[in-house]
């Protein structure tokens, strides 16, 4: 039996299990990115994700369950950028892929980013199995991560 992988738009409630997906050990140690506090968290997806027009975002649900989120953005130097989030239960699973795939079928600008933690190989192969191709490294703080690209016209 596959795992019925689906797109919706967040809702207020998500933000719960996107703060506790943010929190859990694996996902920080395998991202390198440091969780947030609750009131910095909230603020930022009231903000700088929900509260932004350029922002797509979208919640990925499995057999109906919140699973995580894709989201779009514009970053610095004018980049799309992609970042996405799954609970740690949906790892493996052939999930990331699905979703991703959706994804792509709705966010139609190009060239789009990602920039993994180098060490999340899972993650970067997820990116290259969906066309990104690698382009050099880049540092946060301690962390080398991987720059990705994905050229091209979406249709």
């Known amino acids: 039996m596959s795992d019925q ?10 933000l719960e299990e996107f703060f506790a997906q943010e929190h859990d ?23 700088r994700v929900l509260g932004d027009p350029t922002v ?9 369950e919140l699973a995580g989120n894709v989201a779009a953005w514009w970053g610095e130097g004018r980049r799309r950028f992609i970042g996405y989030w799954l ?3 949906y790892w493996g699973r052939g999930i990331g892929t699905q979703a991703l795939a959706l994804f792509l079928e ?3 600008a190009r060239p789009l980013y990602a920039d993994p ?9 997820l990116l290259e ?4 191709r690698r382009t050099g ?8 991560h991987i720059m990705l690209v994905l050229d091209g016209n979406p249709d």
């Open 56 to 64: 797509f975002v979208q919640a990925v649900t499995v057999d109906g």
């Open 137 to 144: 490294t880049v540092r946060y703080g301690e962390h080398e």
């Open 5 to 14: 992988v689906r797109l919706r738009d967040v809702e207020q409630p998500d």
């Open 87 to 89: 609970g740690r239960q």
């Open 117 to 125: 933690f180098s060490g999340n190989t899972g993650s970067v192969r």
């Open 129 to 132: 199995k969906h066309g990104f």
């Open 25 to 47: 050990p694996e996902a920080v140690q395998r991202s390198k990115f440091p969780p947030r506090e609750r009131e910095a968290f909230m603020t930022h997806w009231a903000t």
């Open 106 to 108: 709705r966010e139609r």
